[in-house]
T-cell receptor
């Protein structure tokens, strides 16, 4: 069963618009970690953010912000004032305690973000 | 640049062949992970090594094997290759055994003809 669901396949915006990426996860653990990664056209996966299940405080880092809500098992990610360089595939990932290793990341299918000038 | 290096960048081979992908983790990282990214399966965890020992396994095929050497670099061996093995293979590394962020290499694009 898919543990991480990214329902949006592709989002297209015009530069300077805000983009919100949805991520819904499924776990029975009380301790887990959530991540966002970016994969630009060059192909490399770039780490963006990490949250643990005990920290629901939402934060802003530059143009990035995230909304973590345990009640709805969601970990949404927002890019404010998008730029063309934000065009990439964005992946949400889950790390659980019940797997044999915290390092066994489970990735969603990814959301393609296209930012046009 | 994540600090994780992978070679080769591209690999084209024929069905039935065997190839070896190489990964050097970031300086100081003890864990190495291998992932496969394909259009139909997405990003899939294959295997993790921590300080030379196998730590966790995902849906890795029996035709695939990996190891981590004393200098902490890792190799992923793929044998009896099939068309369906064509994919982007990523190596990632982290400082500890898991839970921390993983830093990914640029990947090796494998094409099986």
């Amino acid at each position: 069963a898919q543990k991480v669901t990214q329902a949006q396949t592709e989002i297209s915006v015009v530069e300077k618009e805000d983009v919100t990426l949805d991520c819904v996860y499924e776990t029975r653990d009380t301790t887990y970690y959530l991540f966002w990664y970016k994969q630009p056209p060059s192909g490399e996966l770039v780490f963006l953010i990490r949250r643990n299940s005990f920290d629901e405080q939402n934060e802003i880092s530059g143009r990035y912000s995230w909304n973590f809500q345990k009640s709805t098992s969601s970990f949404n990610f927002t890019i404010t004032a998008s730029q063309v360089v934000d065009s990439a595939v964005y992946f949400c990932a889950l790390s659980e305690a019940t797997t044999d290793s915290w390092g066994k990341f489970q990735f969603g299918a990814g959301t393609q973000v296209v930012v046009t000038p | 640049d994540s600090g994780v290096t992978q070679t080769p960048k591209h690999l084209i081979t024929a069905t039935g062949q065997r190839v070896t992908l190489r990964c050097s983790p970031r300086s100081g990282d003890l864990s190495v992970y291998w992932y496969q990214q394909s259009l139909d399966q997405g990003l899939q965890f294959l295997i993790q090594y921590y300080n030379g020992e196998e730590r966790a396994k995902g849906n890795i095929l029996e035709r695939f094997s990996a190891q981590q050497f004393p200098d902490l670099h890792s190799e992923l061996n793929l044998s009896s290759l099939e068309l369906g093995d064509s994919a982007l293979y990523f190596c990632a590394s982290s400082e500890g055994e898991g839970a921390g962020e993983q830093f990914f290499g640029p990947g090796t694009r494998l094409t099986v003809l």
